[in-house]
């Protein structure tokens, strides 16, 4: 591989076939995967976020998988370091670093000229608490402050409230103004794949229910043990708050499945919408689950895009 070959990212939903494409991808160019999926950081959550079993994997190296405890918030700023690391190391033995996970903040972290505000655990912990007391509330707040932020954050979604507004109290500056232009910090092509909602849909209410039957239920029994109750990350997790809800009999299993399957889609919906900001992104349809097709046509826009590079 060249010195200077582009780094590769693969993007889009859950359920669209990441993971396949990135291993078709990692045997023909020679690559070893870093994980940008917040919630693959986490040991013991396997089942629920469809992480890759090292028997699947065909031999090819992943990087930042299982690097955190339950009990741990992930950090994209410490991600940021560990993630261009890793690019350094596998460009250092010959490799293609092909980034692949659908947390959008992560993967531009990686890639892209971004620098985060620190953190004060005093301010935290008082923004925390007031969020928990009324997040609406405090998202009004967030609107007043920072319009743009506010946008693009959902009233449900209480810890990027909390950041954002930490971030402004800090730095007297907006949020917003956190996430510069989409600037590389070294070559690098992004991919992204698309699949028509009606039949995402069906694949994630099919996922869920095959995950289920898999053991997830055992799963979170056992991160129980391990303190997931305790993690402020790890058990909100989409399926897995809801299963922890269903051993406390707070929902039977068809209403645990159900909004599992619900806030799935909701959030297939806003990975889409945070892709498709980047003008950079090749979009493949993968549609047709044709993994052969779509590694075709993802080594076509890499080969085009290296054309462009130099």
């Not at 999926?37 to 930042?64: C, E, N, W």
């Not at 109290?169 to 103004?177: C, D, V, Y």
């Not at 599992?260 to 979009?283: E, K, S, Y």
């Amino acid at each position: 591989m060249s010195a200077d070959a582009p780094v590769v990212t693969i993007a889009g939903a859950t359920a669209t076939g990441k993971s396949d494409l990135a291993l078709n991808l990692a045997e023909h160019l020679g690559g070893e995967i870093i994980n940008t999926d917040s919630m693959q950081f986490y040991r013991g959550m396997d089942i629920g976020t469809a992480k890759l079993p090292v028997s699947q994997r065909r031999g090819v190296q992943h990087h930042l998988i299982d690097i955190l405890d339950v009990r741990e918030d992930a950090n994209v700023q410490t991600f940021q370091q560990q993630a261009r690391e890793a690019i350094a190391d596998i460009r250092s033995r010959g490799k293609r670093p092909i980034l692949v996970g659908g947390s959008g903040l992560y993967v531009r972290a990686a890639t892209d000229r971004m620098e985060f505000p620190g953190t004060d655990p005093q301010v935290r912990a008082r923004l925390e608490s007031e969020v928990d007391a009324d997040r609406w509330g405090r998202h009004r707040h967030l609107q007043d402050l920072d319009p743009a932020a506010a946008a693009k954050i959902t009233p449900n979604d209480s810890r990027r409230i909390v950041r954002a507004l930490e971030v402004i109290e800090l730095t007297g500056r907006p949020f917003s103004a956190q996430l510069p232009d989409y600037q590389a910090i070294e070559p690098t092509i992004h991919l992204g794949l698309a699949v028509e909602r009606e039949a995402l849909h069906k694949r994630i209410a099919a996922r869920v229910g095959l995950m289920w039957e898999q053991g997830w239920v055992d799963e979170v029994r056992c991160l129980l043990e391990r303190g997931l109750a305790e993690g402020r990350t790890a058990s909100r997790a989409i399926g897995y708050a809801q299963i922890q809800q269903y051993l406390a009999d707070e929902l039977d299993r068809e209403a645990a499945q159900e909004q599992t399957t619900i806030r799935t889609r909701q959030f297939a919906r806003r990975q889409d919408t945070w892709f498709r900001r980047d003008p950079r992104i090749v979009w493949i349809d993968s549609t047709a689950g044709d993994h052969e097709a779509n590694t075709a046509r993802a080594l076509e826009a890499i080969t085009d895009g290296r054309l462009l590079e130099s």
